[in-house]
């Protein structure tokens, strides 16, 4: 969708180098994370930019269950370490992408040269289910 409409804009000779993608099913995300969010990729020369939520378990406590209902292990290192050994890790939260155009060739938005604007978790929903739509609603009631 996003290459189209490049295209689409580039067709009529309106070239646009850098593009930013605020998806609406973020609705807690603000305009202090976008300003800061521009703000870095624009003084940067990063290709990318995306937004990101710290774990909160650690990655290796994840486990895979075989067809037969049987825990497998993902990951052989880590079991026995302790929570404050773990080094912490990151999954994108979906509010926010900004991008040079041109790396879109190449089918993703991460590069070597991606920068992960970490955001808090409570700014990260992303409304998915009706589950994460009620909690969004709570938390937008409480003023968060």
Not at 2 to 19: A, L, Q
Not at 32 to 60: C, G, M, R, W
Request: proline share 3%; hydrophobic share 35%.
């Amino acid at each position: 969708m996003i290459k189209h409409t490049i295209t689409w804009f580039e067709d009529r000779n309106d070239v646009y180098n850098n593009v930013a993608v605020l998806q609406p099913t973020s609705p807690l995300r603000n305009e202090v994370h976008i300003k800061q969010a521009f703000e870095i990729f624009h003084d940067t020369n990063v290709k990318s930019l995306i937004s990101f939520v710290k774990e909160q378990h650690p990655i290796y406590w994840n486990k895979r269950i075989n067809n037969d209902g049987l825990v497998e292990n993902l990951f052989n290192e880590g079991d026995s370490l302790s929570r404050q050994n773990y080094i912490p890790t990151y999954i994108p939260n979906g509010a926010m992408y900004m991008f040079k155009s041109s790396i879109l060739e190449s089918n993703s938005l991460y590069t070597d040269n991606t920068y992960g604007y970490i955001m808090d978790l409570q700014s990260s929903i992303d409304i998915d289910t009706q589950e994460d739509f009620d909690y969004c609603e709570f938390l937008m009631r409480r003023n968060v």
